[in-house]
Every structure is written in C-alpha cells, then in structure tokens.
C-alpha cells in the first residue's frame, strides 16, 4: 500500500461507527506506522469507527504497562532492539566496547522480562498483537558480522524465550518474521537518516509491511472449513483407471513425493477439524481400493463424501456443500486440471479453486503453505475435531428418519440437551460459534473479543451454550444465546444455531428453557434479516405466523407453547 | 496551472483535505493549522511517491509554503 493510499483510506473513516480502539507501542516516531496500521485496519473492518493511539515516544515497555482500558480492542507492539537497550539504536551513543556487552544482554534481559509480565497483566480481552524486531543489530558485537556470536545468540536467546512466554497467552499473536523477511527486504527496511532527523526508523515499504502483519493479527481471516480435492495426479501420481491402484504412486522413490507431502498435509488438516471430501471422474470401486491402501497417508476415516463417477464435478461439489451444509465461500477446490477447476469455478464462484502444481516443483512449499493459511487457526477447538463425525451421522440421521414421522422418529432418538449458563460466557466456543454461524443467526453481528467481553460485564446478562447428543453420539457445544433479563421482558441480543444441529427441535427446546428459567412472559428477539439467515426467518415466520418479519421480534409464551412441537430431549442445566 | 503545480496540489489534498484546491497554492506553513512537524514528513513523503524522486530531509524546514516546495521541485529535480 502507497502512503497516499492510506491517507485516503483514513480519510474515510467512519466517525459514527462503533469505536475500535488501537493502542500502537512502539519506541520510535510512529507516525507512518500508525498511518498503515489504521488503514489496513479499516479495510479489515469497514464501517468500525478505528482509532489508533501511540505510546510515549521511546518507551515502548512503559507504553504497553499503561495498557489498562477496558475499551481497547487491541494493542499493537513494533519492537525494536533499540526499545530492549538504547545502545542497540543508533540515536545514543552508549558504548559499542566489548566491556558493555554483559550489561547489554543483562539489559536486554530485564527488559524482555518487564514486557512479558506488562503483557501477562493485559485482560484477555484486549487483543496483543507483537512485532518481534525487524531490524538489524548494530555492529556492537567483537566478531566479524558474518559470525553469529555467543553474544549476539545470548540476545537471540533471550528474545525467543520471551516470544514463546508470551504465544502461550491465547489473546496474544506474534508476527512471523520469516513471512515478514519474504515481503520485507531485510537491507531496506532502515532509514537511518529519517531516524537521525526524525525518530521515523523504518523507510515506508517497511512500515507499511509491518502494520498489515499487525493488523492480519488483530483482525485475522475466517478459516475455510472443508477441501474438496481430486484424486488422479492430485492426491496421487498416476490415472488409476489406466495403469492401476497398485502402480499410482506418492513416494521419493517413484518420484511423486509432492502428492505424499499434499496427502499428509490433508491429514493434518483433517485433524484440525478441516472436512474433506472426493470429487474425482473415476470408478468408484478402483478409487475405493486405491485409498485403502495402506501406506496411504490420508486415512480414508478422514474423507466425507466420495463424489466418484463421471458426471461433471460440479454437480459433485454441489451435493457436497448440502451434505457439509456450509457455505461455498468456506470451500476450497484442489484439481491438477485448469479445466475442470474452471467448470467448478462457473458454476460456484464463491469456491476457491486451486490448481494442484503437479508440475511444479517450485511452486509445492507455497501452494501447500496457502492451504495451511487458508485454514489456519490460532487454536483447535474440542468442536473441531467432533465436527466430520457429527456430518456422518448427520447423514446417518437423514437416513434413519426417511420413512419414519418425526415424532415417531424423535422420540427414539435418547436425546439430550445440556444448557450451560455458568461458563458459556468464558468459553471461547460461544464467540467462534456467535462469530461464524450464517444460516440460524438472530442478526448476523459479528463481535471481537473485547465488544464480547464488554456485553458480558452487565451484570444483567445471561449467555448460555447448548450442548446436544443422541444416540448417533455427541454434536458437541451447538447453539449460543445471549440476552438479559429487564423490567419483565427477556431480551435476546444474539441466538445462534450451528446447521449441524438443525430438525432436532433444538430451537424450541432453548425457546422452553429460557422461558422457564426466567419466569417469562415474553421474549423480545434483537432480529435483523441478513442475505443468509433464511433458516431463523422461517423459523420464526412459522411460530409467529408472520410474514414478513418485523424488528424487534416478539414472541409471548402463549404463542410460542401453541406452536411448539412436542419435545423429547432429556434436559438439564448449570 | 502546469502539471507540476497540479500534481502538487493532489499531495497537497492527500495531506490537508480540509484545504480547498483554491487555497491550495497559497498555503503556507503559518496559516494551515494542520501543519506540523507531522504533517510537514508526511508531505514529504507523498510527494516522493507521487514524483518518484527522493528529497532532502535537510530542507524539511525550508520546504514551508506551497510556493517554496513547487521551487525546490523544479531548482533541485528539474520539474517543472
């Protein structure tokens, strides 16, 4: 981004939008850094009303142990060796001599010390976004620059157990300095005679460069949740129609090696809760008994469903999305044929499609890098790796109910539900479900953690998580409600309902549990209509026999017990 | 106006877009409120980008009217 991009971008904020309060530390002048860290942070969040403040100039710890509003979304450090000791800056002259090296590294020591326990102190709530230094040492050390010294790995030494203190915290991230060497330029990233006459350290690429890792942090991507991938010469080398299960191949020794690394990468994703899936023009008897091979590197287990035949794929991908249940925009395509990519692509543009480099060599790190991008996550939930199970039995479920009536059906099912109001609050789960559920969601709001925490300090607020299972097993936590309880009426400011979990009556059993719990007469629902919340409209159309919808929604408990369906969970709730 | 002065007056804008573009050129460091040492790096700055030339931090100081900057651009990198 060009500097006069970013002015023009913060010359559009919006001043009446909600507040996203930034705090930047950092030790030098930060005025571009500030000028980038707002403007990438307003393209991330259109419509917030974004301001950054910095610190104290050449206090950067002192900055981040200020760091106490409740208010503040995120604070963001640009560290700097010069902020650890000021000798390792080139505004002071200290002392390069060998007899300051000790005092330097015990310098740098104390104060990384100091940072870490500032950081630890900042609520969780407030997002920590931290830019390890990115600029060169100062040739103070005795060897040679093309030596790494004892001194010189001491300070490294102390920086790098610093950052491994402080990624433990979850509402810490740190920028990756390797991807920051990669679009950063490592010998031109200091503008020494800026930082003479200014205190501006960084040329402006640099601090451009910078101030997007920090914002990617603070307002990171929505991971995608499943891959659909191709079988021959994608997963593995070879069209096993043509020459056999037995001869395709993704090994060193035959040369293939690039679909073993795709093959164990799908694995790991898979164990990170990334749903996988087949579209392939095959037969599907051959492509079942290639993958039950057993130096296959994908467990087959991992791959749900099979779309093997040789009908267009995408008509395969389109039964996929319903048997998922989610959204293109959440799905990756991976085939070795432009073509085919392009015939997915026509018919869903939505679905990211990318080419497998079966060619390429070259291109194999950052391909399979994108992948681990595109669904990366700073943690895994227990959600996740319940959520392919959940998908099976859901089509279990589809299954076992055809021909049967639904309460005929229902009332076999050994359900359960468990309402949670004692840690549905502080359970990250509710936000993540709050935050990526389209489908049943009361009004599609998306919140950060601090806007979270800050609806949740009301002492009159209730959150409450629904945990369910049957007798096809446990969907894990599925629906979220908040809301709070004033002059009589409930009010409910955000409901959610994962897809997974939808015709089991879940809804109005959450409907009956507040009720009760809350000895209400009424409830007032915080609706607004969104292009994807077509499910919780009807849901709603249905038991108010209201067409359309009209905001606030109210629903009296009359007329939600006259339209609710009898409900067979066995209920409880803490 | 030439294309100099024009391109000027849109680094100008970038920087202070309370400025109208009529008083633009008669901008002068004593009477834009918004043109502080901040500003004055900032403007540097964008005009750099936009001319694709490198100034001298030396003259920041110097550099404080519209007219002196369009003088300094055509003395000291001959664009005119």
Redesign the interface.
């Known amino acids: 981004m ?3 991009e970013a ?2 971008i913060n ?1 559009q904020v919006a001043a009446d939008g909600a507040s996203f309060a930034v705090t930047l530390a950092c030790g030098f002048t930060p ?2 850094v500030k ?1 980038f860290l707002t403007a990438h942070l307003l393209n991330a969040l259109p419509g917030r009303n974004v301001v950054v403040e910095p610190g104290l100039y050449g206090n950067l710890v002192g900055t981040v142990e200020g760091t106490l509003s409740p208010d503040l979304q995120a604070i963001a450090i640009a560290l700097e060796w010069a902020d650890l000791d000021q000798r390792l800056g080139y505004r002071q002259t200290g002392g390069w001599s060998p007899a300051d090296l000790t005092d330097i590294i015990t310098n740098v020591g104390q104060m990384l010390h100091r940072l870490d326990a500032a950081i630890k102190r900042i609520r969780p709530s407030t997002k920590v976004v931290v830019s390890l230094p990115t600029l060169a040492l100062p040739p103070v050390f005795v060897a040679p620059s093309f030596q790494a010294s004892e001194a010189e790995m001491r300070l490294e030494q102390s920086l790098v157990n610093f950052a491994a203190s402080i990624a433990q915290c979850s509402h810490v991230s740190i920028v990756n300095r390797q991807r920051l060497d990669e679009v950063s330029n490592r010998l031109d990233r200091l503008d020494l ?2 930082e003479l ?2 205190g ?1 350290s960084y040329k ?1 690429p640099h601090a451009d460069q910078v101030s997007a890792a920090l914002a990617r942090l603070i307002c990171p991507l929505v991971p995608k949740k499943g891959l659909i991938t191709d079988l021959d010469d994608t997963l593995w080398s070879g069209i096993v129609g043509e020459i056999g299960s037995s001869a395709v191949s993704w090994d060193l020794e035959s040369h293939s090696q690039i679909h073993g690394l795709y093959q164990q990468l799908l694995q790991a994703l898979a164990g990170q809760g990334v749903l996988l899936a087949i579209a392939s023009k095959n037969n599907l008897d051959v492509a079942q008994k290639t993958l039950a091979r057993p130096d296959v590197l994908l467990s087959p287990d991992k791959i749900f469903p099979l779309e093997v035949h040789w009908r267009p794929k995408s008509g395969s991908v389109e039964r996929i999305l319903k048997t998922w249940n989610i959204g293109a925009d959440s799905v990756i395509f991976v085939d070795d044929s432009p073509m085919e990519l392009a015939e997915v692509k026509a018919a869903h543009p939505a679905v990211e499609c990318i080419l497998f480099p079966k060619a390429d060599y070259a291109a194999v790190p950052a391909f399979l890098r994108n992948l681990r991008d595109l669904f990366g996550k700073s943690r895994i939930a227990e959600e996740d790796s319940l959520r392919l199970e959940s998908i099976r039995r859901g089509a279990d479920f589809q299954q076992a109910s055809e021909g049967a009536t639904p309460d005929a059906f229902l009332e076999q099912m050994k359900a359960s539900v468990l309402l949670d109001f004692s840690t549905a609050g502080a359970d990250p789960r509710s936000l993540e479900l709050v935050n990526k559920t389209n489908q049943f969601n009361l009004n599609g709001r998306r919140y950060t953690e601090n806007d979270w925490s800050k609806e949740l300090n009301d002492p009159s607020t209730f959150v409450v998580s629904v945990a369910y299972q049957d007798k096809f097993g446990s969907l894990g936590k599925v629906a979220v409600l908040r809301g709070k309880q004033q002059n009589g009426a409930l009010q409910v400011a955000s409901w959610v309902m994962s897809c997974r979990a939808f015709a089991r009556r879940i809804e109005f059993q959450c409907l009956r549990v507040l009720f009760d719990r809350f000895h209400a007469d009424s409830i007032i629902f915080d609706f607004e209509g969104t292009p994807k919340n077509a499910p919780l409209q009807d849901f709603f159309k249905d038991i108010l026999s209201e067409t359309p919808l009209v905001a606030p929604v109210g629903l009296s408990r009359q007329a939600f017990e006259s339209k609710c369906p009898p409900l067979y969970h066995a209920v409880s709730t803490n | 106006m030439n294309d100099t002065n024009q391109r000027l007056i849109k680094c100008f804008q970038t920087v202070f877009p309370d400025l109208s573009e009529a008083q633009i050129p008669l901008a002068q460091q004593s009477n834009t409120k918004d043109w502080d040492s901040v500003a004055a790096i900032t403007l540097v700055n964008v005009i750099e980008e936009e001319f694709g030339i490198e100034l001298d931090l030396d003259k920041l100081a110097d550099l404080d009217s519209f007219d002196k900057v369009s003088a300094y651009l055509k003395a000291e990198h001959a664009i005119a």
């Open positions: 060009k500097l006069t002015l023009k010359q005025m571009h000028t005679k800026a006459l200014t501006l402006i």
